[in-house]
Structure formats: structure tokens, C-alpha cells
């Protein structure tokens, strides 16, 4: 869904579906990332160690990312399309950065929904563009969770053969 655009946001803003985590999904991330730590394999650990508002199944920061991109990934064609009618762009070179704000605790049970804003940042010297999707991760309750740019290579405009 595209949203008004603004000076801020040249290329408007973008939301997702939405996706509830579950207590299984953060187990599977933990053990399949081996992040065995008290913090999130002990639940007797983490009531007896954490603060009360971490009393209860948290995950970890990478995860957040990781399912904030897997929202954003049916969108992504759509995005670049928009972009290419104003800046001509070339095919996706890779990620060439993330830079992460976990603002708060997500938890298993939250419902969480992301809202992305495509910018460009830099045209190089041989014609790269570097757009930058900042993701804003909210929960049901409109807190947002995390805040992280990440930062995509585009080649350059293919030009077209005569």
C-alpha cells in the first residue's frame, strides 16, 4: 500500500501485511542461529535475572530484522518498480548495510507490521544508486519495535540497445 508522499519521503511509504510470532518461531531462530544463552533458552534464568518487563519469551534483535525483510520481501518488486519511473535504476547488486534502533521488546504473541520508506541516498561515480529502506516495526499496540536502515546496491540503468 502506498501512501502520500512528502518531501521526507519521496517515494511515499509502503506497509505490510501483518505476521504474529510465535513462541515456536523464536525457539526455531534461537536454535538454528545457536544463540544458546540464558537469555533465551532459560526461562527460569530470565524471570529470575531480567527486569519484569523481560518476564516473558522475548526475541532476539537479529530475528526482529530478519522477520521485519521477510514482510518487506513481497513488496520489494513493486518499490523498485515505483522508484524506476522517476530514477532509472539498474538490477539489485546486494545489501551493502543495516544500521539498527531496537527500541523495544518484541515478544512471542506480538502481532507485528512494517512500515517501509524507500530513499535514495547516492548516485556513484559509475552510476550505483544506493537506496535506502528504512524499516519501521510496529506491534499491535502501534509501538514500534525496532527502526533499522537497510542499505541496497542498484546498478545502473540499463541502456536500452539501438
Known sequence: MTQKTNTDRPFGS??????????A????????GGLHEPLFIDMEYVKTNMPPSHHRRFAPGPFLITIAMGLVAPLLLTVLDDISKT????LMK???????D???PGYAGDTMQVELIPRI????????????LQHIMRNQDDIIIVDFIETLMLG???KNAE
Open 14 to 23: 509502503y506497509l505490510t501485511e501483518k505476521r504474529t510470532i510465535f513462541d
Open 25 to 32: 518461531d523464536i525457539c526455531t531462530f534461537v536454535n538454528v
Open 87 to 90: 530514477q532509472p535504476i539498474g
Open 94 to 100: 546486494g545489501m551493502v548495510n543495516v544500521n539498527a
Open 102 to 104: 531496537i527500541k523495544m
Open 121 to 132: 541516498t547516492s548516485i556513484t561515480k559509475s552510476g550505483n544508486v544506493m537506496l535506502a
Open 156 to 158: 545502473p540503468a540499463q
